[in-house]
Each structure stands twice: as structure tokens, then as C-alpha cells.
């Protein structure tokens, strides 16, 4: 996935969340992305993961949000210098807003470390390129479903 800048990439707006008002278009986000890149996922575990977004996964990071014309397009959730999340929309992808999401995250945030599962290679990629290298592998998520992580690291 190339994710060369495009023209209105350059209008893209990084914000940081205004909350429970902004959870079910980020949820709609997290379900777009989650479809387009992990084929690997079985229904009930992406349905267990999405039940708990809104109430659990959203209040536990500081999350950000990309807008394109005032349109919520993709977002990112960070804690500790951890990059917990970073989801774009799936008929966005490609045109940068990851990686301005990334690189906000990584500038405002001080985040450095990532773990992204080890059978979405385009996200495995995608960090790569920007730096970040495999400093582990974990078998399993951290729910313990049967999806193995990889810890990566920004150099």
C-alpha cells in the first residue's frame, strides 16, 4: 500500500478527541479498515474486539482523529508512547492520512512503539517504511486469540 501524500491530504485536519460524541463514526472507521486488511480475522473474534471499542478500547488512549472536509476519516489511539491504534477508512486509504496520523502521533504523543498483527502485512509494511523495526513476537493478541503480534520499535 503506497500512501503517497495526495493534494488533500494537505487539507487534513489532526484533532484530538471530543469523546463519547465521536465513538460510533470511529467505530464505523475501525470496522471499514478492519475489513479492507484483516482478512485473517474470524467474524466472532472481529464482533468480540468491536463490542467492546466504545466502552473499553476508546476511554483507555488518547485518541486523535483525521478529518477530511470536516469528515472523520481515520484516527489513531496512543498510551504510553505506545501507539495502541491507528485506523483509516477503507475508501481513504492510500492518499497519507496514516501517516500523518503516524507521524502526529509520533511528534505530539513521543510515541515509539507499535505491535501490529503479524498477518496484516501492508500494516507490517507500512511501519517499517517509517522506520520502526521487529524487536519481538508475541504467538498470540493480547486477549490471547490465536493472531501473532509483532513488536516493533521505532530506530
Known amino acids: 500500500m503506497d500512501e503517497t ?3 488533500n ?3 487534513l485536519r489532526i484533532r484530538p478527541s471530543q469523546g463519547p460524541t465521536d465513538h460510533a463514526p470511529l467505530a ?3 470496522r471499514s479498515a478492519v475489513t479492507a486488511t484483516h482478512d485473517f480475522l474470524a ?3 472481529r ?3 468491536e463490542s467492546t471499542l466504545e466502552s473499553d478500547d476508546f476511554p483507555a488512549v488518547w485518541l486523535d482523529v483525521a478529518e477530511l472536509d470536516g469528515r472523520q476519516v481515520g484516527f489513531s489511539g496512543v498510551l504510553n508512547g505506545n501507539l495502541e491504534m491507528l485506523f483509516v477508512d477503507a475508501g481513504r486509504r492510500g492518499i497519507g492520512i496514516g501517516t500523518k496520523l503516524l507521524t502526529h502521533a509520533i511528534e505530539e504523543h513521543e510515541v515509539r512503539t507499535v505491535d501490529v498483527n503479524e498477518q496484516n502485512a501492508q500494516a507490517v509494511e507500512f511501519y517499517m517504511r517509517r522506520g520502526f523495526q521487529v524487536v519481538g513476537r508475541s504467538e498470540t493478541d493480547d486477549a490471547g486469540r490465536p493472531y501473532p503480534l509483532l513488536h516493533l ?3
Open 5 to 7: 501524500p495526495h493534494e
Open 9 to 11: 491530504a494537505a487539507e
Open 28 to 30: 464505523a472507521i475501525w
Open 43 to 45: 467474524e466472532t473474534d
Open 47 to 49: 464482533e468480540e474486539i
Open 153 to 155: 520499535s521505532l530506530s
